[in-house]
T-cell receptor
């Protein structure tokens, strides 16, 4: 099993550009999450989804959008990239009341 | 709101020495508690979890953690560390039926020969 797959691994964006971070899981998990990790700050929840067609905001949703059209995929969209969005982004998935499984992350730099 | 505090930002331990990483949580009901480890440039790997039952839980790589409700703590321990244990460790809390997992800010572990 591949688990949780994130693409791309690295990306450099210019201010104002847009991009989509891809996340797919093959474990048939109903929950999916996007976190960002900044040095010394731990992981902060951006958005999460409890199933296809259902998404909700986490702690730091501003500047991001998500969609969940299938169980497997949970893309994260940045519409107008800002330097404050320079971070490492992690996608995760889980079953109800089970531990999260993480992808290997996407390192994004906005200059 | 749920929260997690890891009071130690960075810990240095000699190889072969014992280790304890501290974690305190805030949650209004019975929590689900987790420890994750992150090696440089990698994602997070689950070390162990507490859902209910025995308050001393065993995990992978020789780690264990003890849930103490009276102290709102879930400290991670290992009797003898190996150089490969150098990594960042995150404690996290989640509630029953609560979809959100909240992380602490992490403790970076350095191992010296």
């Amino acid at each position: 099993n591949a688990g949780v797959t994130q693409t791309p691994k690295f990306r450099i964006l210019k201010i104002g550009q847009s991009m989509t971070l891809q996340c797919t899981q093959d474990m048939n998990h109903n929950y999916m999450y996007w976190y960002r990790q900044d040095p010394g700050m731990g992981l902060k929840l951006i958005y999460y989804s409890v199933g296809a067609g259902i998404t909700d905001k986490g702690e730091v949703p501003n500047g991001y959008n998500v969609s969940r059209s299938t169980t497997e995929d949970f893309p994260l969209r940045l519409e107008l990239a800002a330097p404050s969005q320079t971070s490492v982004y992690f996608c995760a998935s889980s079953r109800t009341d089970s531990p999260l499984h993480f992808g290997n992350g996407t390192r994004l730099t906005v200059t | 709101a749920q929260s997690v505090t890891q009071p130690d930002i960075h810990i240095t331990v000699s190889e072969g020495a014992s280790l304890e990483l501290r974690c305190n949580y805030s949650y209004g009901a019975t929590p689900y508690l987790f420890w994750y480890v992150q090696s440089p440039g990698q994602g997070l790997q689950l070390l162990l979890k507490y859902f209910s039952g025995d308050t001393l839980v065993q995990g992978i790589k020789g780690f264990e953690a003890e849930f103490k409700r009276s102290q709102s703590s879930f400290n991670l321990r290992k009797p003898s560390v190996h150089w490969s244990d150098a990594a960042e460790y995150f404690c996290a809390v989640r509630g029953f039926g609560n979809e959100k997992l909240t992380f602490g800010t992490g403790t970076r572990l350095t191992i010296i020969p």
